[in-house]
């Protein structure tokens, strides 16, 4: 199993950024593919950035050219970095893992843009 915690979420003007963290724990020993998903009141769940296990990176079109998806493997934390963000980014954010597709989640990090 893995555990998932993710933290850095918080209010926000519009135009600000915000670095989102998720602490990867348990098996890590297993190669997982990595993901932030968001989730606005009233809306579906959505993909937002994607870490594969090869390095490579895709992301939601909404925030493609702002948000940055990247880990750092000796301190097994993924991140989000958000800039120049809008209020339809306001949503609680989740971290995700998984080999085939996505098992784990985080408990999830708010993030409001005014």
């Known amino acids: 199993h893995v555990q998932l915690v993710e933290s850095g979420g918080g209010s926000v003007q519009a135009g600000g950024s915000l670095t989102l963290s998720c602490a990867v724990s348990?098996?890590?020993?297993?190669?997982?593919?990595l993901g932030w998903f968001r989730q606005a009141p009233g809306k579906e769940r959505e993909g937002v950035a994607y870490l594969a296990i090869n390095g490579g990176t895709d992301y939601t079109y909404a925030v493609a050219g702002r948000f940055t998806i990247s880990k750092d493997n000796a301190k097994n934390t993924l991140y989000l970095e958000m800039n120049s963000l809008k209020p339809e980014d306001t949503a609680m954010y989740y971290c995700?893992?998984?080999?085939?597709?996505?098992?784990?989640w985080g408990q999830g990090t708010q993030v409001t843009v005014s």
């Open positions: 995700a893992a998984g080999v085939v597709v996505f098992t784990y």
């Open positions: 348990g098996n890590t020993g297993s190669t997982y593919f």
